[in-house]
């Protein structure tokens, strides 16, 4: 089955720095990439999506960049702000079964 | 998005018993899913709900243990069965909904705790 890996496990970033996260994944008929921010005590919300026909998508300081050939992709959060702390999980889907990253806990220092 | 509840939100059960879990969405939806998410960890599939068949399982995950019923488009509960301690976790519902009919929402969660 699909195997997908994250990092960094945590990320503490500076607030206006920029944060990075990578994930990569195993099974080249994964079409579908949905990203999900967890703040602690509530559930998982979906902040952005890419599908496999796509290389890169952007929503105003989230962006998330696909590479096929290598198997992964990636999450860029600008200008941070501390209201992006939060664990961070990536997904890749084939057709309705999802496939989580371990996540990411992102700390954003004021 | 649709917009999905979860009842109820916390339980404190004693070991050996039984909780079910109700996840109700205010649109009709094909297709949910069950997760957990043990503290601190990532979200597990435990099975996909289909209304009008059996649900799948996840390997790891039985009926006996996790049976489930989804008895319209709008509603489904988990049972977790002969509680133990290590039942302890969060569980959370979700819905196929969407544009593509692919991407998965969220219910709040249940967070459960065996004494």
């Known amino acids: 089955g699909e195997n997908v890996e994250q990092h960094p496990s945590t990320l503490s970033v500076q607030e206006g720095d920029s944060a990075v996260i990578k994930c990569t994944y195993s099974d080249s008929a994964s079409n579908y990439f949905p990203w999900y921010k967890q703040e602690l005590g509530k559930r998982p919300q979906l902040i952005i999506d890419?599908?496999?026909?796509?290389g890169e998508k952007k929503d105003q300081r989230i962006a998330v960049t696909l590479n096929k050939t290598a198997k992964h992709f990636s999450l860029h959060i600008t200008e941070t702000q501390p209201e992006d702390s939060a664990v961070y999980f990536c997904?890749?889907?084939?057709?309705?079964?999802?496939?989580f990253g371990t996540g990411t806990s992102l700390t954003v220092i004021p | 998005s649709a917009v999905i509840s979860q009842k109820p939100s916390r339980d404190i059960c004693q070991r050996g018993t039984s909780l079910t879990i109700q996840c109700q969405v205010d649109s009709q939806v094909t297709m949910m899913f069950w997760y957990r998410q043990q503290p601190g960890q990532s979200l597990t599939l435990i099975a996909t709900?289909?209304?009008?068949?059996?649900?799948?399982?996840e390997s790891g995950f039985v009926i006996d243990k996790f049976p489930i019923s989804r008895p319209n488009l709008t509603f489904s509960t988990l049972t977790v069965s002969n509680l133990s301690p290590e039942d302890s976790s969060i569980y959370l519902c979700s819905v196929a909904a969407g544009g593509g009919g692919d991407t998965q929402y969220f219910g709040p969660g249940t967070r459960l705790t065996v004494l």
């Open positions: 997904a890749a889907s084939i057709g309705n079964q999802f496939y």
């Open positions: 890419i599908r496999s026909n796509v």
């Open positions: 709900a289909n209304q009008g068949s059996e649900a799948t399982y």
